[in-house]
């Protein structure tokens, strides 16, 4: 079983992010398995003094992503940038050297976002996970109000998620590149 992390870096209730990332839930294929992490606006704010004795909500983070084999992100824009939570989440994880590597699927819920997505791209290879292109895709459900449900009715939008999904789990199949 190939076990996929999705992260959304919204917390708002009705979030588009979080709707895609529920409807990838819902598009799995047999053998992979993704489950939404939901601790995003629990984690505290991030201290490098702390970092090496976090608390246990970190620890569950850090180790939820060490035993998943990839990661599917979607992330709202604000001002121009990542949400401050969300980039709080991965302050968190930055030092984690064993996450190096980690595939990681970039979804854009809006084509409009472009700013928050290079910023994200930016930071994502800073900490040494790896980008897949192909299963990084703008999915343009943001401002249209669907629930995950309506984005699974839509055959457009879920072709998009299997396309997405498919060429993450493709990489963590080949492995990385040599
Ligand atoms: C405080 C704030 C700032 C925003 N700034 C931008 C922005 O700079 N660019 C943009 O494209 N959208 C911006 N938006 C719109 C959100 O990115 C958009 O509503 C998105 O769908 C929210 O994602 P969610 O539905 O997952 O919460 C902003 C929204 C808020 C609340």
């Known amino acids: ?30 053998g992979a398995e993704i489950t939404l992490y939901e601790g ?7 201290n490098p003094d702390i970092e090496h004795a976090a608390p246990p909500i970190v620890e ?3 180790n939820r992503l060490i035993a998943c084999d990839g990661v599917i992100i979607a992330s709202p824009e604000y001002a121009h940038g990542v949400p401050g939570a969300f980039k709080n989440a991965l302050d968190w994880v930055v030092g984690s050297v064993d996450l190096a590597g980690k595939p990681v699927a970039l979804l854009n819920a809006s084509g409009r976002a472009t700013h928050a997505q290079a910023a994200l791209a930016e930071i994502i290879m800073t900490m040494g996970w790896l980008i897949v292109n ?24 879920t072709g998009q998620l299997h396309e997405a999904v498919g060429a993450l789990l493709h990489a963590i199949e080949i492995g990385p590149p040599v």
């Open 1 to 30: 079983m190939i076990k996929l992390l999705a992260i959304s870096g919204s917390l708002r209730q009705a979030s588009a992010n979080t709707a895609l990332l529920r409807a990838a839930i819902g598009i799995a294929p047999r």
């Open 40 to 46: 995003v606006g629990q984690l505290p704010q991030f």
């Open 60 to 62: 569950d983070l850090r």
């Open 134 to 157: 192909e299963a990084s895709l703008v999915i343009p459900v943001a401002g249209k109000e669907l629930d995950a449900a309506a984005i699974l009715a839509d055959p457009a939008l």
